[in-house]
């Protein structure tokens, strides 16, 4: 049973630029959240998605969206990299009251 | 959500109990105790979660003060794989807002062989 998959494991980009991150949910979860976590910090919470629709957001600009597929994965964007925008983007999945799982992140580094 | 404090980092020995304490003086009734831990370079990893009795499970122990006020997390018998970073949160279950957890900056554990 596969667990939470994201792509791509490392990102280069510069500032200025667009990107786009991807999740699959573990089997049997219909819920996706994304979390930031800068170096030394713990995991921050941007947004949840359930039935395709964002359901909660946290403090992040709107420069950070996301959307959610039929088949319950998940894409984060992320417009304008700024230089603190670098850190590890994580995806987790969950059904209802069960706790997360989570991925094991998206390293993005903004030059 | 109630505030965690924990202590920033703890030693423990390989094969000896590692116990994890959180301050949470602020839970309120309907609040749950979760435990996550990060091990370097993964995502956070479910450990175990309680409202008020104590738990078990195959990973760990969970022991809560009668009013609740802290915990302690118990790894029976540490091994240098459970070296990790351990984050103690507290939240309300709901349908949604489950999701919308507030993660400190944990306990660096750390087993020494």
């Known amino acids: 049973d596969a667990g939470v998959t994201q792509s791509p494991t490392h990102l280069i980009k510069t500032r200025g630029q667009q990107v786009t991150l991807r999740c699959s949910p573990k089997?049997?979860?219909?819920?996706v959240s994304w979390y930031q976590q800068a170096l030394g910090q713990g995991p921050q919470f941007i947004f949840q998605?359930?039935?395709?629709?964002?359901?909660q957001r946290g403090n992040f600009p709107d420069r950070f969206s996301g959307h959610q597929f039929p088949n319950y994965s998940s894409e984060l964007n992320v417009n304008a990299l700024l230089l603190g925008d670098s850190a590890l983007y994580l995806c987790?999945?969950?059904?209802?009251?069960?706790?997360?799982?989570f991925g094991n992140g998206t390293r993005l580094t903004v030059t | 959500d109630a505030k965690t404090t924990q202590p920033p980092s703890m030693d423990c020995a390989e094969g000896r109990a590692a116990n994890l304490p959180c301050n949470h003086s602020?839970?309120?009734?309907?609040?749950?105790v979760y435990w996550y831990r990060q091990i370097h370079s993964q995502g956070p990893q479910y450990i175990i979660h309680?409202?008020?009795n104590n738990e078990t499970n195959e990973m760990a122990s969970l022991i809560i003060t009668e009013d609740r006020k802290s915990s302690t997390l118990i790894l029976p018998h540490a091994t240098l794989r459970d070296t990790a970073v351990y984050y103690c949160?507290?939240?309300?279950?709901?349908?949604?807002?489950?999701?919308?957890?507030?993660f400190g900056t944990g306990t660096r554990l750390t087993i020494i062989p």
């Open positions: 949160i507290v939240r309300v279950a709901t349908d949604f807002g489950n999701e919308k957890l507030t």
């Open positions: 309680g409202l008020k």
């Open positions: 987790a999945s969950s059904l209802r009251l069960s706790p997360l799982h």
């Open positions: 089997s049997g979860h219909d819920t």
């Open positions: 998605y359930y039935e395709e629709e964002e359901r």
């Open positions: 602020t839970i309120s009734g309907n609040e749950y």
